[in-house]
């Protein structure tokens, strides 16, 4: 018999993409996509699509790789600055390339950090959401091993915040040439625009990644 209507025509699309990543994360049990069918059935308002989209996960997944080759996969404690809805702890915690004792999601909307906790839940302890803004944060007194701040075209001064950081701080750094994103505040026309901006002391990595409608520009290294 032919089927002339879907059997999920009664469901909206929340609904939908929720059986979606439920179905998905049943199939190929990975914390990570479990973690995200949570999110999309506890917090129906976060905007995870465009968290989790393909650009944000390549960009993620090229930093990881370069993080790896780098500073190597052991790390004691990792702050990701700006770090929104945690996805980029949540894909640390579930690289098996890495061993990291501990992940902070620093971001200064308090909004997020419910979300971060709820898809970062199977990492316990491990992991904190926190609201704080990066420029009132006592650096020295935490150090961290590894700094993250994977939106750079949003400070108006980085030189400023990292002058914050430890000398010898690790850093991981992103920023691009999306000038014509209004929220983008301070885009770098180059990689060597980026990397004179930023004046790190030393430099284990310097690349771009081209997009679609932006490139996207990293550095690894120390301040």
């Known amino acids: 018999m032919d089927i002339t209507q879907p059997r999920n025509a009664g469901m909206d699309g929340h609904e939908q993409a929720l059986d979606l990543t439920r179905g998905i994360a049943a199939y190929v049990n990975h914390p990570l996509v479990a973690g995200l069918a949570r999110v999309i059935a506890k917090h129906p308002t976060a905007d995870i699509a465009n968290a989790f989209n393909h650009k944000q996960v390549a960009c993620k997944m090229w930093a990881l790789d370069r993080l790896f080759e780098s500073l190597g996969g052991r790390f004691g404690r990792i702050w990701v600055l700006g770090g929104w809805y945690g996805v980029l702890p949540a894909m640390l915690f579930n690289d098996a390339r890495f ?3 501990a992940v902070d999601s620093i971001d ?3 909004e997020v950090a419910p979300v971060a906790r709820t898809l970062n839940r199977e990492a316990g302890d491990r992991f904190q959401a926190l609201t704080a803004d990066m ?3 006592d650096y020295a007194a935490g150090r961290p091993d590894l700094v993250v701040n994977t939106s750079c075209e949003h400070i108006a001064d980085l030189r400023a915040w990292l002058a914050l950081l430890p000398r010898g701080t690790n ?19 180059s990689l060597s625009a980026f990397e004179a901006m930023a004046a790190l ?8 990644l081209p997009t679609k409608k932006y490139t996207r520009f990293m550095l690894i290294g120390t301040v």
């Open 135 to 137: 420029y009132a944060i």
């Open 201 to 208: 002391r030393e430099v284990r990595f310097s690349g771009e």
């Open 108 to 110: 200064i909307d308090p």
């Open 171 to 189: 850093v991981l750094l992103q920023s691009n040439d999306y000038f014509s994103e209004p929220t983008h505040i301070n885009c770098v026309a």
């Open 99 to 101: 061993d990291i004792a």
